[in-house]
């Protein structure tokens, strides 16, 4: 059955036929198209956030050490020991430079912006005679082939780099060059682990040069593709469209789910939508967790909230999200990348961007170089908050969550017209009209668009009812809709009229304080004999309460005793900061955690302050046994509750991606 595309009540689009291949602005079976991104400027808190990323980690590649503080891909970068395979270096650094690239458009900061830009260049101008495109030890040029199976993958990741340049520049020599480039490969060379997340560039540039080869080269490649039998396993057109859970890397499976998602943009097949619209459900449902990204430590593990998450999968998670939603233009997966990257992302780093961690958890009682209590390197400094980490993906990935948002918060529709799709305080060039957007958002409901235009003209704006939204408003000029007019939650409007300068669209969103009851624990496992993929069930009853509030989870702030870890511990390998303002720091609780939610009441406090801190919501709470594991690790949350002595106390709960040390899932008294 063919998708069904949302219509609003108050508009058809004018324009919903395909436009024409070459240059295609929407992809011909999508529904709408990023590219805003150099023209969208971030206000108020979300401006300070992209601030502090560009003063923190994505400013200073030397605290971030090898290998961010080279040339990243305006050259060859030197190999320093044997860690890693050929390619690891140009990942990692592709990551980081398709983050700074976006925050450098994002902020206008044309120093940032000609950093990430001199990459692009350098990969052009050092294209090999065949085409090939990348770092000379990438590929093999006396045979004219890849120097080995799996190294066509960090092109994969720069293609977005070259992606956004283009966005910003409209520089022709890109999608020539990519179309070179693709059309180098046999479809089994593509279909090679995560070889295969080079369609996501392949369908791109079919779409701007028209050259179907490139449409046929990515069918041919997912049709060949198949799991191969170990830890890290690939999605394939099998495991996408059965009912089975997948028990596969994290990272793997959030850059492969988008893969039949955009076939399927570019070919209309059903096939392909019921493959991606499957996996991505199969994901939600055995591995998301609490703040909005799947568990991946590093494979999926399941639901349970005492696993957490690597950084790298926020990032790519939220990127495919963003291709689902520009696809098939439904709501919910705007819903889905604002929870994700308004908890679990700002929830990853230090509150002033200069550490991360690479592993991440709902719960998280302490910090330090000994307590990850993750079954991928148990108990090493994986869950502690540096700027350096053993494995480097993260500290690459972590850059780009937040620009990524920002690209996404402004789409065109088929006919060019704006689509306010993620929200948050910002204002866009659309070249016939600005449209400035004045909001606290997410952390407060309301949200006033206003229109600045030369004259009057006629267009399409369309905007998002949040699905946990329940009375929104809409007002246009100050006279309100009707409710009728207005849709439902989780789905897009359309307000089609003849704007004029000084046009107002005023969105009220009500934001009710939810306590919501964690699902039961799916653990998905994968028997090492058999090589069956199930799920077990854990212990029964939920885990726990939550506390949100419109997309914002929120938790009790931990008291931290912090100190810096100045210890070269041995995994590290002599890696450390190349600057001494960025540290590796040990946390550790300074006061109680061990509370349980005593009843479902709450007061909700508004600041003076913006962003994370404009908003406290209190709650009451009792004390009960509940200790530390082994004095050093977060426990799990206890399957019986033992009160201690002592009456009830008021906790205020901060928005979760404020936090370091936390309290988000509660034992609950009151259920």
Same mark, same amino acid.
């Given at each position: 059955?063919?998708?069904?595309?949302?219509?609003?009540?108050?508009?058809?689009?004018?324009?919903?036929?395909?436009?024409?291949?070459?240059?295609?602005?929407?992809?011909?079976?999508?529904?709408?198209?990023?590219?805003?991104?150099?023209?969208?400027?971030?206000?108020?808190?979300?401006?300070?956030?992209?601030?502090?990323?560009?003063?923190?980690?994505?400013?200073?590649?030397?605290?971030?050490?090898?290998?961010?503080?080279?040339?990243?891909?305006?050259?060859?970068?030197?190999?320093?020991?044997?860690?890693?395979?050929?390619?690891?270096?140009?990942?990692?650094?592709?990551?980081?430079?398709?983050?700074?690239?976006?925050?450098?458009?994002?902020?206008?900061?044309?120093?940032?912006?000609?950093?990430?830009?001199?990459?692009?260049?350098?990969?052009?101008?050092?294209?090999?005679?065949?085409?090939?495109?990348?770092?000379?030890?990438?590929?093999?040029?006396?045979?004219?082939?890849?120097?080995?199976?799996?190294?066509?993958?960090?092109?994969?990741?720069?293609?977005?780099?070259?992606?956004?340049?283009?966005?910003?520049?409209?520089?022709?020599?890109? @999608?020539?060059?990519?179309?070179?480039?693709?059309?180098?490969?046999?479809?089994?060379?593509?279909?090679?682990?995560?070889?295969?997340?080079?369609?996501?560039?392949?369908?791109?540039?079919?779409?701007?040069?028209?050259?179907?080869?490139?449409?046929?080269?990515?069918?041919?490649?997912?049709?060949?593709?198949?799991?191969?039998?170990?830890?890290?396993?690939?999605?394939?057109?099998?495991?996408?469209?059965?009912?089975?859970?997948?028990?596969?890397?994290?990272?793997?499976?959030?850059?492969?789910?988008?893969?039949?998602?955009?076939?399927?943009?570019?070919?209309?097949?059903?096939?392909?939508?019921?493959?991606?619209?499957?996996?991505?459900?199969?994901?939600?449902?055995?591995?998301?967790? @609490?703040?909005?990204?799947?568990?991946?430590?590093?494979?999926?593990?399941?639901?349970?909230?005492?696993?957490?998450?690597?950084?790298?999968?926020?990032?790519?998670?939220?990127?495919?999200?963003?291709?689902?939603?520009?696809?098939?233009?439904?709501?919910?997966?705007?819903?889905?990348?604002?929870?994700?990257?308004?908890?679990?992302?700002?929830?990853?780093?230090?509150?002033?961007?200069?550490?991360?961690?690479?592993?991440?958890?709902?719960?998280?009682?302490?910090?330090?170089?000994?307590?990850?209590?993750?079954?991928?390197?148990?108990?090493?400094?994986?869950?502690?908050?540096?700027?350096?980490?053993?494995?480097?993906?993260?500290?690459?990935?972590?850059?780009?969550?937040? /620009?990524?948002?920002?690209?996404?918060?402004?789409?065109?529709?088929?006919?060019?017209?704006?689509?306010?799709?993620?929200?948050? /305080?910002?204002?866009?060039?659309?070249?016939?009209?600005?449209?400035?957007?004045?909001?606290?958002? @997410?952390?407060?409901?309301?949200?006033?668009?206003?229109?600045?235009?030369?004259?009057?003209?006629?267009?399409?704006?369309?905007?998002?009812?949040?699905?946990?939204?329940?009375?929104?408003?809409?007002?246009?000029?100050?006279?309100?809709?009707?409710?009728?007019?207005?849709?439902? /939650?989780?789905?897009?409007?359309?307000?089609?009229?003849?704007?004029?300068?000084?046009?107002?669209?005023?969105?009220?969103?009500?934001?009710?304080?939810?306590?919501?009851?964690?699902?039961?624990?799916?653990?998905?496992?994968?028997?090492?004999?058999?090589?069956?993929?199930?799920?077990?069930?854990?212990?029964?009853?939920?885990?726990?309460?939550?506390?949100?509030?419109? @997309?914002?989870?929120?938790?009790?702030?931990?008291?931290?005793?912090?100190?810096?870890?100045?210890?070269?511990?041995?995994?590290?390998?002599?890696?450390?900061?190349?600057?001494?303002?960025?540290?590796?720091?040990?946390?550790?609780?300074?006061? /109680?955690?061990?509370?349980?939610?005593?009843?479902?009441?709450?007061?909700?406090?508004?600041?003076?302050?913006?962003?994370?801190?404009?908003?406290?919501?209190?709650?009451?709470?009792?004390?009960?046994?509940?200790?530390?594991?082994?004095?050093?690790?977060?426990?799990?949350?206890?399957?019986?509750?033992?009160?201690?002595?002592?009456?009830?106390?008021?906790?205020?709960?901060?928005?979760?991606?404020?936090?370091?040390?936390?309290?988000?899932?509660?034992?609950?008294?009151?259920?």
């Amino acid at each position: 059955m063919k998708h069904s595309k949302t219509v609003s009540a108050l508009c058809m689009l004018a324009a919903t036929a395909f436009c024409a291949l070459a240059h295609c602005a929407v992809a011909p079976f999508g529904r709408y198209e990023d590219g805003m991104l150099s023209k969208t400027r971030p206000h108020g808190w979300l401006l300070q956030a992209c601030r502090t990323q560009r003063d923190g980690l994505t400013g200073h590649p030397e605290a971030l050490s090898y290998p961010y503080d080279s040339c990243l891909w305006a050259g060859e970068i030197a190999r320093e020991g044997g860690h890693g395979d050929g390619w690891w270096r140009y990942e990692q650094t592709a990551y980081y430079t398709d983050g700074l690239l976006r925050l450098g458009y994002a902020l206008g900061d044309a120093a940032l912006a000609a950093k990430g830009e001199a990459g692009v260049d350098w990969t052009l101008a050092h294209a090999s005679p065949d085409g090939h495109l990348g770092n000379a030890c990438l590929w093999d040029a006396k045979n004219h082939k890849l120097a080995r199976g799996y190294e066509m993958w960090p092109m994969a990741v720069f293609f977005r780099v070259m992606k956004a340049k283009y966005d910003a520049t409209a520089d022709p020599r890109i @999608p020539a060059a990519l179309a070179k480039y693709y059309l180098l490969y046999a479809p089994g060379e593509i279909a090679k682990g995560r070889n295969t997340v080079n369609i996501e560039g392949m369908v791109w540039t079919y779409r701007m040069t028209g050259e179907k080869k490139l449409v046929e080269l990515a069918e041919n490649a997912w049709r060949a593709k198949k799991s191969k039998d170990d830890w890290s396993g690939d999605l394939t057109p099998r495991n996408c469209a059965d009912s089975k859970p997948i028990y596969m890397h994290g990272v793997s499976y959030c850059e492969e789910m988008k893969i039949p998602l955009l076939l399927y943009a570019a070919t209309g097949k059903d096939e392909y939508l019921q493959q991606a619209e499957n996996v991505e459900r199969k994901l939600d449902a055995y591995h998301m967790l @609490p703040d909005g990204c799947p568990s991946s430590t590093e494979q999926t593990r399941g639901n349970c909230i005492h696993w957490g998450h690597e950084t790298c999968v926020i990032s790519d998670y939220t990127w495919a999200l963003g291709c689902y939603l520009e696809t098939t233009g439904d709501a919910q997966y705007a819903d889905k990348i604002e929870r994700c990257v308004f908890n679990a992302g700002f929830g990853a780093i230090d509150n002033d961007f200069k550490a991360l961690q690479y592993f991440s958890n709902i719960n998280q009682f302490i910090a330090t170089a000994d307590s990850n209590h993750n079954p991928y390197f148990y108990g090493t400094t994986w869950a502690q908050y540096r700027p350096t980490h053993e494995t480097e993906c993260c500290a690459g990935n972590v850059h780009r969550f937040l /620009p990524n948002y920002i690209s996404r918060m402004w789409l065109k529709d088929s006919s060019g017209a704006p689509v306010a799709a993620l929200y948050g /305080p910002s204002e866009v060039d659309f070249g016939w009209c600005r449209i400035s957007e004045q909001t606290g958002y @997410p952390f407060d409901g309301k949200i006033v668009f206003r229109f600045s235009l030369e004259e009057p003209r006629e267009s399409a704006f369309s905007y998002r009812v949040p699905g946990w939204c329940r009375g929104a408003s809409v007002k246009i000029n100050g006279e309100s809709l009707e409710p009728a007019a207005i849709p439902p /939650p989780g789905k897009f409007g359309c307000i089609k009229r003849v704007f004029a300068d000084g046009d107002t669209i005023e969105l009220s969103f009500p934001m009710d304080v939810e306590f919501e009851a964690i699902a039961r624990c799916r653990y998905v496992i994968k028997d090492a004999v058999s090589k069956w993929v199930g799920a077990i069930d854990g212990p029964s009853g939920s885990q726990g309460t939550i506390v949100r509030r419109g @997309p914002v989870l929120f938790a009790y702030p931990i008291p931290a005793a912090r100190s810096e870890d100045v210890v070269e511990h041995a995994n590290m390998r002599g890696k450390k900061s190349g600057n001494p303002d960025f540290k590796c720091w040990d946390l550790r609780p300074a006061g /109680p955690f061990n509370f349980a939610l005593s009843r479902h009441a709450c007061e909700v406090v508004e600041t003076p302050r913006e962003g994370f801190g404009s908003i406290v919501v209190k709650v009451p709470a009792r004390r009960i046994k509940w200790e530390l594991e082994n004095g050093a690790m977060t426990p799990r949350n206890p399957e019986n509750i033992e009160l201690l002595p002592g009456g009830e106390e008021t906790l205020a709960l901060v928005p979760y991606g404020a936090t370091t040390l936390r309290l988000a899932a509660f034992p609950d008294l009151a259920k």
